[in-house]
């Protein structure tokens, strides 16, 4: 059951031009990665308005223009790579990534290197469990004779959550995201962590994101070498908020910023299985079991 976008963030805009101009001293090269579900989109969308309000263009789309937050991954996958090196000549760009770094010198040959800022984003594995298989729901991905299941406790009627939740914790991951190069949540996490240990990269862990955003989001402005304020950065938080984004994908988005955790998904046995299979990552990455943990479902 891959996650694939029902609407994708990259429309049918051939006939846009590419992004907006930036002066040299403005140009950044941003690349966002996380395993899925982690709220690249959300981050991403902030830093796309921050970096365009700096330079005037507030909406490019209505001046003809494209904006400059881009998935890489679908990039990668259409063979247009080379739209993505022409527009960096000339324009900012921020791209998201689900793959490891193995995977982007493979496939993209070029862009860790070009980036003048990786921002490395981790999620605990037991909530980015919950929001895949919220994702599936809300994706039409999980059927039931020829049918969508759109309802969670409707999915464990039919018994559609169980199998899920155990092959997550005995693969460590999402099984269909080793054959698309993001490998396993903690292969994932590992491979991330080591590539982030130079200069040009950031560790943003989510907990400390949906706790109070400003003062993380400063942190990668400061890496770029930007002086970007408070307020610019609470405006495109707002411009970049569940209500924004869920109307750009259609009706009942799961926003990874509003989809909750996995108290209301996991039984106590089932979280204390998975604490037990990811307890070495969740210490080694400073990631605590969420707030979530006394309320989480009993059997």
Do not use: C
Not at 34 to 55: D, F, K
């Amino acid at each position: 059951m891959p996650v694939t976008e029902r609407h994708s963030t990259e429309q049918d805009w051939t006939h846009l031009q590419g992004p907006p101009e930036f002066s040299p001293g403005d140009r950044r090269l941003v690349l966002i990665a996380s395993y899925p579900r982690s709220g690249s989109n959300w981050i991403g969308r902030t830093l796309e308005h921050v970096l365009l309000g700096r330079v005037g263009w507030i909406n490019p789309l209505s001046r003809g223009r494209r904006g400059i937050y881009h998935d890489l991954d679908r990039f990668i996958a259409t063979g247009r790579l080379d739209e993505l090196t022409r527009w960096s000549v000339a324009s900012s760009l921020v791209l998201k990534t689900h793959r490891t770094p193995g995977a982007i010198e493979r496939d993209a040959p070029g862009v860790l290197e070009r980036a003048d800022l990786v921002v490395g984003v981790l999620r605990g594995p037991l909530d980015v469990m919950a929001s895949v298989f919220r994702f599936l729901l809300w994706s039409g991905q999980l059927t039931s004779d020829g049918k969508p299941v759109g309802d969670l406790e409707l999915a464990r009627r039919l018994g559609l959550v169980e199998p899920f939740i155990e092959s997550f914790i005995a693969a460590r991951g999402h099984v269909p995201f080793e054959a698309m190069g993001f490998g396993t949540w903690s292969s994932h996490a590992e491979a991330w962590s080591a590539a982030l240990g130079g200069a040009s990269g950031l560790r943003l862990l989510y907990k400390d994101l949906k706790r109070d955003a400003r003062p993380q989001l400063s942190r990668v402005f400061e890496g770029l070498g930007l002086d970007v304020t408070g307020q610019q950065i609470d405006d495109a938080l707002a411009l970049a908020s569940p209500e924004q984004i869920g109307a750009q994908f259609g009706p009942g988005f799961v926003h990874a910023a509003t989809d909750g955790s996995y108290s209301d998904f996991l039984t106590s046995e089932q979280r204390a299985l998975a604490l037990a299979v990811f307890a070495s990552d969740i210490e080694r990455y400073g990631l605590d079991s969420g707030t979530s943990s006394p309320s989480a479902r009993s059997t």
